[in-house]
């Protein structure tokens, strides 16, 4: 797995394979054209928490390789922008959670700088936010017009029957086989944002590995009383 010299690690679920791109689809086609090398442009993708963002950037870097960087801005934005130095010599920079940099001018400078670079290298930049490129409140202009010329695809959450469907892929994903009932009774168990519900189903997991148990209702009641 590709990374800088820092203290960054992709999470071993983070594939395109444990991804359900139910309305999505176009989305995920296009970040696995890129991931195997297409000639694309990059794109910026946003939409609102838990909807998979950072899920899918850190699978196009899985699948992409030593060619790619990952460079979660949720975590470095304090390092300061020092930390983008040497990024252009990747072919594809994968940067998450660009918020959180919006609106500090020597972010905004580091960045549009880099843009530049990966535009004269021919590399590929994906961006994903909390909103498109044109409402991000971005002091520089000219950073503003460089990620607007990137596709932007809006991340759909998902509905009820497609997040049970999620669970299940990932549960499978992970050598274990969630039946249908017990993936219902988690939504009714948990938040039902996907970041809470895969909190959820990773207790399980690891604990029906642990006691070689199914993940049955029983099983998840006992699992899910001891934690509370």
């Not at 959450?157 to 050598?175: D, K, P, W």
Request: charged share 25%; hydrophobic share 45%.
């Amino acid at each position: 797995m590709s990374q800088l010299a820092l203290p960054l690690q992709l999470a071993d679920h983070a594939v395109f394979a444990s991804y359900l791109d139910t309305g999505n689809e176009t989305l995920v086609a296009t970040l696995l054209d890129i991931a195997n090398g297409a000639d694309r442009h990059g794109c910026w993708l946003w939409g609102s928490a838990a909807t998979g963002k950072t899920h899918l950037l850190q699978a196009v870097c899985e699948t992409a390789g030593d060619r790619s960087a990952y460079v979660p801005l949720s975590m470095l934005a304090d390092a300061g922008p020092q930390v983008l130095e040497g990024l252009e010599s990747r072919e594809l920079i994968c940067i998450d959670d660009i918020q959180n940099v919006v609106g500090r001018p020597e972010w905004e400078a580091a960045l549009f700088n880099l843009c530049n670079q990966v535009y004269d290298t021919n590399a590929q930049l994906l961006v994903a936010a909390n909103a498109a490129p044109r409402e991000c409140p971005f002091v520089l202009a000219d950073l503003k017009s460089r990620f607007a010329r990137l596709p932007v695809f809006q991340v759909q959450s998902l509905g009820e029957a497609e997040r049970a469907m999620a669970l299940q892929l990932r549960s499978r994903h992970r050598g274990l086989e969630l039946p249908d009932d017990t993936a219902r009774y988690l939504l009714t168990r948990s938040r039902r944002d996907m970041a809470s519900l895969y909190e959820v189903l990773d207790r399980l997991d690891k604990e029906a590995l642990r006691t070689k148990r199914r993940l049955t209702i029983p099983f998840a009641r006992t699992v899910l009383d001891e934690a509370n």
